[in-house]
């Protein structure tokens, strides 16, 4: 069997495992409800009011008011690419890479360390190479919480549809885009925590280094950020790319999608060589 096919295999028993068990319920309903709250409060208590006439603003004074809120962070040319999406799906995006991180490393921190600590990846390595084992083991994941994100998105796209007060298309034009890019910011995410699941025999040890390392990571590519002389040294986080991803130039974005993902599959080949390399 080619070790594609292994990897493929592997995956999706870890998909099925993940998602059919209590773990993948709970899942569910916290990343539906992550969707739902904000979506309800955006109704309630989000509106833009004319400071003039104390109604809602047309939707060109929305657009100017998010417009001027984007260029705090991009330059101009992003700015106004981006006012011409629907803010919420964009803060939703936002949220996504803040929170994300965090729960792929809650899902994912057992995935090599506790086959090592039962030596199950034993019985396992007997059918399977090692490396289309570790391989396999990470896209299950990933493919996990593209799943579980697209709950969450899909959500705020029904809410915003059925409220009426955003126009379908642009919720369709922007809504799948923004999922994508969460999708190939995960990725990295999910090879970064390949990396410290294959370090350690036991999965809470696995649990707490990886918030530390997670933490460190982010740390150290926000200190960077703050001087122009380090800034260059945070396109070695995964971070960095999401800028790339909204891009106005298609180039950039598909550069943001390439580095993303290459940098979770540089993660993941560590961990397969480490993995490879031990014994278990």
């Known amino acids: 069997m080619s070790p594609v096919r292994e990897a493929g295999l592997t995956a999706l028993r870890e998909m099925r495992r993940n998602l059919g068990s209590t773990k993948g319920i709970a899942m569910f309903v916290l990343f539906f409800l992550g969707g739902a709250v904000p979506s309800v409060v955006r109704i309630l208590f989000m509106k833009i009011v004319d400071q003039g006439t104390m109604v809602e603003a047309s939707e060109e004074m929305k657009r100017q008011f998010f417009e001027q809120q984007l260029l705090r962070v991009y330059d101009a040319d992003i700015a106004h ?35 090592i600590q039962h030596r199950s990846i034993r019985y396992i390595a007997g059918r399977s190479r090692r490396e289309s084992i570790v391989a396999g083991k990470a896209l299950g994941v990933w493919g996990v919480i593209s799943a579980m994100m697209l709950v969450l998105h899909l959500t705020v796209w029904i809410v915003m549809i059925a409220e009426g007060g955003t126009p379908v298309s642009a919720v369709l034009a922007w809504g799948p885009r923004f999922w994508l890019f969460s999708v190939a910011s995960a990725g990295a995410y999910v090879g970064l925590t390949a990396l410290v699941s294959s370090l350690f025999r036991t999965p809470i040890v ?33 971070s960095s790319y999401d800028s790339l991803l909204v891009s106005n130039q298609p180039l950039h974005v598909v550069g943001g999608f390439a580095a ?21």
């Open 81 to 115: 690419y981006l006012s011409a999406a629907p803010w919420t799906l964009f803060l939703l995006f936002k949220g996504t890479l803040v929170f994300v991180p965090l729960l792929i490393l809650l899902i994912g921190f057992d995935q090599i360390a506790g086959e």
């Open 206 to 238: 696995a649990l707490f280094v990886g918030i530390a390392v997670f933490f460190a990571v982010w740390l150290t590519s926000t200190i960077l950020g703050l001087f122009p002389s380090t800034k260059p040294g945070t396109w070695a986080f995964p």
């Open 260 to 280: 993303l993902i290459g940098w979770g599959a540089l993660m993941v080949a560590i961990a397969a060589v480490i993995v490879k390399r031990r014994d278990v």
